[in-house]
């Protein structure tokens, strides 16, 4: 890769050292080059907040809070910078506003709005699969206040196995290129298909797949692994389409309601 940088006669030539195409390229220099990109969607002004929140004393973030139009149960999604653990620390904080704590900073929109009696947690791909390993740790530890999940939503979601996934195929590389110190590599008991299911913390499961999804397998066999757990697990399998199609390819007829 050649770059020429404006107003300069000076040629930046770049050696690739990862090529995880159609992702991102990352450059022997540092340089990271995102090549596939989503919108950037703001949330309305007259239906949100935004601002920073400390989670822990190491870790600061931005939220956003969303109050909707309707009176539905809403979803949460959490930011991270150090992935599991960080999304652990985010759900403890949002449910630690259901206790009587009054040595805690609240945030109003949750005290407002939020029904700590229905709470779902969801993500796309590795979204998903983080959604997962933070349900299983509230299974097993417990959440501050006492608070139940009840559901969880995943949709394309990222699990990997060296049964079905080659290690040199896309996923398998990206997970290798973001967690280079993985056990066991793609059957990493974060990544791999997961076990412990019965002690997974929510009642209500919905597993989106898509025809054309290399990870379409995977999400079947832990839809069928749930429902032998006596979980309520509900599939929409999607026709025609491809791993998170309802981001890269959002005009799709398949992601439209009737």
Same mark, same amino acid.
């Given at each position: 890769?050649?770059?020429?940088? #404006?107003? &300069?006669s000076c040629?930046?030539?770049?050696?690739?050292?990862?090529? @995880?195409? !159609?992702?991102?390229r990352v %450059?022997?220099?540092?340089?990271?080059?995102?090549?596939l990109?989503?919108p950037?969607?703001? !949330?309305?002004?007259? %239906?949100?907040?935004?601002? *920073?929140i400390?989670?822990?004393?190491n @870790?600061k973030i931005?939220? %956003?809070? %969303?109050?909707p139009?309707?009176r539905?149960?809403t979803?949460?999604?959490?930011s991270f910078? $150090?992935?599991?653990?960080?999304?652990?620390?985010v759900?403890?904080?949002?449910?630690?506003h +259901?206790d009587?704590?009054?040595?805690?900073?609240k945030?109003?929109?949750?005290?407002?709005? =939020? *029904?700590? *009696?229905?709470?779902f947690?969801?993500g796309?791909?590795a979204?998903?699969?983080?959604?997962n390993?933070v349900?299983l740790r /509230?299974?097993i530890e417990?959440?501050?206040g $006492?608070?139940k999940?009840?559901?969880?939503?995943?949709s394309?979601?990222?699990?990997?196995? &060296? +049964?079905?996934n080659?290690? *040199?195929?896309?996923?398998?590389k990206i997970? =290798?290129?973001v967690n280079p110190s993985?056990e066991n590599?793609?059957?990493? !008991?974060?990544?791999?298909? !997961? +076990?412990?299911?019965?002690?997974l =913390?929510?009642?209500?499961?919905?597993?989106?797949i /898509? $025809?054309?999804d290399e @990870?379409?397998?995977?999400?079947?066999?832990y839809? #069928?692994?749930?429902e032998k757990?006596?979980?309520s697990v509900?599939?929409i399998?999607?026709?025609g389409? =491809?791993h998170?199609?309802q981001?890269?390819?959002?005009?799709?007829? +398949?992601?439209k309601?009737?």
């Amino acid at each position: 890769m050649v770059q020429l940088h #404006q107003g &300069s006669s000076c040629l930046l030539v770049n050696h690739e050292l990862i090529d @995880l195409s !159609p992702i991102i390229r990352v %450059y022997k220099n540092g340089h990271v080059e995102r090549i596939l990109r989503s919108p950037h969607v703001p !949330p309305s002004p007259e %239906y949100s907040t935004t601002g *920073d929140i400390t989670i822990s004393s190491n @870790l600061k973030i931005s939220r %956003y809070c %969303y109050y909707p139009l309707c009176r539905t149960p809403t979803c949460s999604r959490a930011s991270f910078s $150090e992935i599991y653990e960080d999304s652990w620390k985010v759900l403890q904080l949002v449910v630690s506003h +259901s206790d009587e704590n009054p040595k805690m900073e609240k945030e109003p929109w949750l005290i407002d709005h =939020g *029904d700590f *009696d229905k709470i779902f947690i969801g993500g796309d791909s590795a979204g998903g699969n983080i959604a997962n390993n933070v349900i299983l740790r /509230a299974g097993i530890e417990g959440l501050n206040g $006492e608070v139940k999940i009840l559901g969880m939503i995943l949709s394309f979601p990222y699990f990997l196995s &060296s +049964s079905e996934n080659r290690g *040199d195929c896309l996923f398998s590389k990206i997970w =290798g290129f973001v967690n280079p110190s993985a056990e066991n590599g793609i059957d990493d !008991p974060r990544i791999e298909k !997961p +076990s412990r299911l019965a002690k997974l =913390g929510c009642l209500k499961i919905l597993v989106c797949i /898509a $025809e054309k999804d290399e @990870l379409r397998n995977l999400g079947i066999c832990y839809a #069928q692994a749930m429902e032998k757990t006596g979980k309520s697990v509900e599939v929409i399998d999607v026709e025609g389409e =491809g791993h998170c199609f309802q981001i890269l390819n959002p005009e799709s007829d +398949s992601q439209k309601c009737d």
